[in-house]
């Protein structure tokens, strides 16, 4: 599974954007799907992510509120909608896929060893 993270850019605090995660070689309905970022200097931190059946999602308990993430199974994409920016919210984005389909529930899968497939990342960096 190929994946290709856009939508990246400048924003003002206070602001969104929309991420976009698109797929080749591969179904996202046979996967879980997570976004991860890291800023600079800091280690990749989990985000969210969004069940194979796009029935349930998780966000980080620091994001929940701001960041939601879903699936369209139509079109193979996953997004990630950021509202309220804040500066702290500066990182590459990246999604990821997972082979594993033990649970259909994203919960479970929040740790970067979960997830085998990895797009390049996109910048995001927000402006105070």
């Known amino acids: 599974v190929q994946l290709q993270a856009s939508g990246g850019g400048l924003a003002q605090a206070g602001g969104s954007l929309r991420l976009s995660c698109s797929a080749s070689?591969?179904?996202?309905?046979?996967?879980?799907i997570a976004w991860f970022r890291q800023a600079p200097g800091k280690a990749r931190e989990f985000v969210a992510a969004?069940?194979?059946?796009?029935?349930?999602t998780y966000s980080a308990e620091s994001l929940k509120g701001r960041f939601t993430i879903s699936k369209n199974t139509a079109n193979n994409t996953v997004y990630l909608q950021m509202n309220n920016l804040k500066p702290e919210d500066t990182a590459y984005y990246c999604?990821?896929?997972?082979?594993?389909?033990?649970?259909?529930?994203?919960?479970?899968?929040?740790?970067?060893?979960?997830?085998?497939?990895w797009g390049q990342g996109t910048l995001v960096t927000v402006s105070s």
């Open positions: 969004v069940s194979r059946s796009a029935d349930n």
């Open positions: 999604c990821a896929a997972a082979r594993d389909q033990t649970y259909n529930s994203a919960y479970y899968y929040q740790k970067e060893n979960d997830y085998v497939y």
């Open positions: 070689g591969g179904t996202f309905s046979n996967h879980v």
